[in-house]
């Protein structure tokens, strides 16, 4: 069975920083789009960022460029999101989310419709 698992959510000051991780087990996803997701509460859920392919230059969404960084090991599972110079305004569950092929339109990339096997999410908090 395919799974995403996150990890490295946490309490953090404003300002402050964080790394999450994203290991899949069950399949690889190296050839696949990738992205991380979040959700506040009562908010829809928002593209944070995300590749196309493994050697895809990633996309970010305009409220996180500058501050936060995706990547992604070749030919292995993990993604990441360095996250830097957090803000109360992204406090929310940050999900890892994989398509079943390559993507290699933008817009294509932020649509969480996209993706076909999520993680469970992990917590994200950023006091002021």
């Known amino acids: 069975q395919v799974q995403l698992v996150e990890s490295g959510g946490g309490l953090v000051q404003t300002g402050g920083s964080l790394r999450l991780s994203c290991a899949a087990s069950?399949?690889?996803?190296?050839?696949?789009?990738m992205a991380w997701f979040r959700q506040a509460p009562g908010k829809e859920r928002e593209f944070v960022a995300g590749a196309g392919s493994s050697g895809s230059s990633p996309v970010y969404a305009d409220s996180v460029r500058g501050r936060f960084a995706f990547s992604r090991a070749p030919a292995k599972n993990p993604v990441f999101l360095q996250m830097n110079a957090l803000k109360p305004e992204d406090t929310a569950v940050y999900y890892c989310?994989?398509?079943?092929?390559?993507?290699?339109?933008?817009?294509?990339?932020?649509?969480?419709?996209?993706?076909?096997?999520w993680g469970q999410g992990t917590q994200v908090t950023v006091s002021s």
């Open positions: 989310a994989a398509s079943n092929d390559a993507i290699y339109l933008s817009w294509r990339i932020m649509r969480p419709t996209q993706y076909n096997t």
């Open positions: 069950g399949r690889t996803f190296s050839a696949n789009a």
